[in-house]
């Protein structure tokens, strides 16, 4: 266990609601801060619905979620989180939004030796940390969706962050969350999304191209590999819109062809086909 006990949680979609939901299943004081009220309640209503199948499929009493939705509190003032030990930012995965979403937690945060974490995938966290006036504070603390099924984060600090803040990350990851760390330098990508994200965007040029249906490429992970789904019913599941956001960044940052978007995901997050969450993608979900 850490000496963290209040934690934000700056974001409040698929992954903010799935963060904020484990931090409160774990004892944390837990606030979620929003850009406004319709988003505020729509943080609300997953976490709450999450927390509900969790205690229909037995995997907590009624008590321990009814504890976890009172640990919950939720803002539309980022100010509020002077208090906290501990920020998690998971909004958009925009690299203007995220540093602005730093620079005034740098304002606010009164702690001093408060930690200032990212959700980003591919966002480095050195630029983030320049942000702030704290950069030895600053690290990246990197989930995977769905966050409460998933035991993985990945810990990325910056050449900047200290080992203070390292060591403490860690610490809260494994001994309070109870997830499974991997470590890895500050690189868009970092290890997962480095070897995941050329695979996404294969199986997409793949069905761009004709060479195969979407439920044929899926199907011959799903039984041909044992992966628990397929490369584009993985792709609706992250997003199509944080999908092409990482593919950019690793693009921006390698410039290697295997990272471009294909022009097909591009059509498809500009027609707001994001997958899963916006009920289509390269599969219906009404
Ligand atoms: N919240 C909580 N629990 C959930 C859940 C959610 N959103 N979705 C599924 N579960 C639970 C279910 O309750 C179920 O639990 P039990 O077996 O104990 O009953 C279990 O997960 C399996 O779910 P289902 O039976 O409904 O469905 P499934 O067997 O098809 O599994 C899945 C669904 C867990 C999503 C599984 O398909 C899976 O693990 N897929 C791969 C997901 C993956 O690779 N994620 C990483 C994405 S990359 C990322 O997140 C990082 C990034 O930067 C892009």
Do not use: W
């Amino acid at each position: 266990m850490t000496d963290i006990e209040k934690v934000a949680v700056v974001g409040g979609g698929l992954m903010g609601a799935g963060i904020a939901e484990v931090c409160a299943r774990a004892g944390l004081d837990v606030l979620v801060a929003e850009v406004g009220t319709d988003a505020l309640d729509r943080a609300r209503a997953r976490i709450s619905g999450s927390l509900e199948r969790a205690v229909a499929k037995a995997k907590l009493t009624a008590e321990e979620g009814a504890d976890a939705e009172t640990r919950l509190s939720y803002t539309a003032d980022i100010g509020d989180c002077a208090d906290r030990d501990l920020v998690i930012e998971a909004v958009a995965e925009d690299e203007a939004v995220k540093t602005d979403v730093f620079a005034r937690l740098d304002k606010v945060v009164a702690r001093p030796d408060a930690i200032l974490a990212s959700n980003t995938s591919s966002i480095p966290i050195m630029k983030l940390a320049m942000a702030t006036g704290r950069a030895g504070q600053v690290v990246g603390i990197h989930f995977f969706n769905p966050v409460p099924v998933l035991p993985l984060v990945e810990l990325v600090p910056s050449l900047l962050t200290s080992n203070e803040t390292t060591e403490r990350a860690a610490d809260f990851a494994t001994g309070t969350l109870g997830k499974t760390v991997v470590h890895a330098r500050d690189r868009a990508g970092f290890v997962v999304n480095a070897l995941l994200v050329p695979y996404l965007l294969s199986a997409i040029r793949m069905l761009e191209s004709g060479f195969a249906a979407a439920e044929d490429i899926d199907a011959g992970m799903v039984h041909g590999c044992a992966h628990p789904m397929g490369p584009l019913r993985l792709a609706d599941l992250i997003g199509l819109d944080t999908t092409r956001a990482i593919a950019d960044s690793m693009y921006a940052e390698f410039k290697e062809p295997l990272y471009a978007p294909p022009p097909l995901l591009l059509r498809m997050v500009d027609a707001g086909l994001y997958g899963k969450k916006s009920g289509r993608g390269f599969y219906d979900y009404g």
